[in-house]
């Protein structure tokens, strides 16, 4: 990312193990990275993140797939937006989040920087 960026923005980031491996997943981005420890398993993830941003501003999508993603993104981008984080108890509720949440995740928060 460029180091000339404006606008940032904090995800929260869920980590677990599974049968071994570690896992490093954003449910508001729906992006995930994995590896052999939780230490892998960040990178892994942070490396997912930063191609996602890429690849989604390169097509001139990005602000497009936060939307999809239920951001609330306003239609000027004057200044800020938010990304709207599903709360634990949300998680818990939704089936495809339920097993996860289950094991008790660390939860930590990672600042990006956008490129524009």
Known sequence: MSAASHYSIDV???LYNDAG???AVAPA???VGAGANDILAKKSFEIALDEFIKYTYN???????FKRLGSQVPDNFAKKFTLKWPSPEELQKRPEWA?????????FELKV????
């Not at 097993?99 to 939860?107: D, R, S």
């Open 21 to 23: 491996l570690y896992y």
């Open 99 to 107: 097993g996860i949440m289950a094991k008790n995740p660390k939860t």
């Open 59 to 65: 097509k001139g999508t990005f602000l497009k797939e």
């Open 12 to 14: 929260t980031v869920l």
């Open 29 to 31: 981005l729906d992006i």
């Open 113 to 116: 920087k956008l490129p524009f």
